[in-house]
């Protein structure tokens, strides 16, 4: 189950965060989400030297911890999306499946010329179409 998702711009800065448990896990979750940042900054800045990993933008699991499991993805312009989740068998397929998904939501909502560069995203169409993306992470069809 994904318990939380993030776009962090290319400067660091959070554009959108979304938790998606019932309980007071929030500030954990930032906290895990911001730490998962430095391990992005690590693999881009110290690539293995391959060809396919350089163009490669799903960083894979970022690290594992006792109770979640952070996974990643760098977009060409350098924006990261990050997703927590508390399944500890997860599908490199499917979390590879979550990202484009979540990626093509992305580029709609800052497609919207009402949207600021570099600012949060606010848009209400873009929270329901990541809550369908979370909901329907796992199953084998798309939404």
């Known amino acids: ?3 939380c998702v ?3 711009g290319h400067q ?3 554009l959108y965060l979304q938790s998606f448990t019932d309980s007071d896990d929030a500030l954990k979750l930032h906290h895990i989400v911001h730490c998962s940042l430095d ?6 800045n110290n690539p293995k ?24 993805y760098l977009t060409n312009t350098k924006v990261k999306f990050i997703m927590v ?3 500890l068998d997860v599908r490199d397929v499917d979390v590879r499946s979550f990202f ?23 848009s209400t169409t873009f ?3 990541v809550s369908g993306i979370v909901k329907s992470f796992g199953s084998s069809t798309p939404a």
């Open 85 to 87: 989740t508390t399944d």
């Open 6 to 8: 993030a776009v962090v």
């Open 12 to 14: 660091n800065n959070p």
């Open 49 to 72: 030297k391959t060809a396919a990993t350089l163009s490669e933008t799903f960083l894979g699991l970022l690290y594992p911890s006792e109770n979640y499991r952070v996974y990643g």
């Open 1 to 3: 189950m994904i318990v």
């Open 39 to 44: 391990v992005i900054d690590e693999r881009v």
């Open 127 to 129: 929270a329901e179409r």
């Open 100 to 122: 484009r998904r979540f990626h093509a939501a992305y580029v709609d909502a800052v497609s919207n010329p009402f949207h600021v560069p570099g600012k949060k995203i606010t």
